[in-house]
């Protein structure tokens, strides 16, 4: 939310208060108080003195109409002025800016270094793995590349046998 809107809502809760036909009871304190509570945080002193307001006056049963009129008047007056000073206070200082909570806030240090030593294992398992089987399938490739070789060099080494055998025996012949 944007510094424009919260003070376009304070000014609506405002006008809320200087309506004659709006009947002010404890639904636009607790609306104020959730507006309140967004603008500036929990523990502000705005939403500190909103959550403890009131349009209930104490008055006696000999108290006349007119000094209860005057109470709740000042009630009034001093929600209006607390508008206001809101109102301002946005102006000048902006919202309040609400940390931003990740998961990791809401666990304890030990679910933590728990979760830290499971995922470090299984990555590490996990590398072990594709590490084994891959130096499995180049050690395949290889023994049968020597396999291969081998073949080759005792066909080599027939024809060779066979040649020297053959030219043995032509040399026997001739003598």
């Known amino acids: 939310m944007n510094k424009k809107k919260a003070i376009n809502i304070l000014n609506n809760q405002k006008a809320k208060l200087l309506?004659?036909?709006?009947?002010?009871?404890?639904?636009?304190?607790?609306?104020?108080?959730?507006?309140?509570?967004?603008?500036f945080g929990d523990n502000s002193t705005?939403?500190?003195?909103?959550?403890?307001?009131?349009f209930m006056v104490k008055v006696l049963n000999?108290?006349?109409?007119?000094?209860t009129r005057?109470?709740?008047?000042?009630?009034?007056?001093?929600?209006i002025k607390f508008l206001d000073d809101c109102i301002e206070t946005i102006s000048n200082?902006?919202?309040?800016?609400?940390?931003?909570?990740?998961?990791?806030?809401?666990?304890?240090?030990s679910t933590i270094i728990a979760l830290f030593i499971f995922f470090c294992t299984t990555l590490f398992g996990i590398g072990y793995y594709f590490g084994t089987e891959k130096i499995n399938k180049e050690n395949i490739e290889l023994s049968r590349e020597v396999n291969r070789?081998?073949?080759s060099f005792e066909q080599e080494r027939t024809i060779k046998n066979n040649l020297?055998?053959?030219s043995i025996l032509i040399k026997d012949k001739k003598e």
């Open 164 to 166: 020297t055998n053959d």
């Open 46 to 54: 705005e939403y500190s003195f909103i959550s403890g307001f009131t």
């Open 93 to 109: 200082k902006g919202l309040c800016k609400t940390d931003k909570v990740n998961f990791l806030k809401s666990l304890d240090n």
């Open 62 to 67: 000999v108290t006349p109409p007119e000094e």
């Open 149 to 151: 070789l081998r073949d």
């Open 70 to 79: 005057r109470l709740l008047k000042e009630q009034e007056k001093k929600a």
């Open 19 to 39: 309506d004659r036909n709006i009947y002010k009871d404890e639904t636009w304190v607790f609306q104020t108080g959730s507006y309140i509570k967004d603008f």
